[in-house]
């Protein structure tokens, strides 16, 4: 099995910025896509950024720009860098991460098979 180990989030006004990370272990070999979701208070949660072994992205609309993942396998771990943070930023971001192989990232985002516990970001206005 993979667990995952989120870290990063704080207090931060708009404007500023925070870099999240996410370390994996176990049986990560089968591993291809991780990546960022965020859930705020009464909404849905949506995906923030994806990444697979091979480095292809996927972004939200929203975050584009301003928002950069990246990822070393060697170490198994993925970073989201958020600049310009806005307040509609504020939610709870969690890793996560799927062993399926793709070209389509729908087929890679809908079997997200492993989660770590959120980190809180708060952009204050």
């Known amino acids: 099995q993979v667990q995952l180990v989120g870290s990063g989030g704080g207090l931060v006004q708009a404007g500023g910025s925070l870099r999240l990370s996410c370390a994996a272990s176990?049986?990560?070999?089968?591993?291809?896509?991780m990546g960022w979701y965020r859930q705020a208070p009464g909404k849905q949660r949506e995906l923030v950024a994806a990444i697979t072994s091979g480095g292809s992205t996927n972004y939200a609309d929203s975050v584009k720009g301003r928002f950069t993942i990246s990822r070393d396998n060697a170490k198994n771990t993925v970073w989201l860098q958020m600049n310009s943070l806005k307040p509609e930023d504020t939610a709870d971001y969690y890793c996560?991460?799927?062993?399926?192989?793709?070209?389509?990232?729908?087929?890679?985002?809908?079997?997200?098979?492993?989660w770590g516990k959120g980190t809180l970001v708060t952009v204050s206005s």
């Open positions: 176990g049986t990560i070999f089968s591993i291809n896509a």
């Open positions: 996560a991460a799927g062993r399926v192989r793709s070209t389509r990232w729908h087929d890679l985002l809908s079997h997200m098979d492993y």
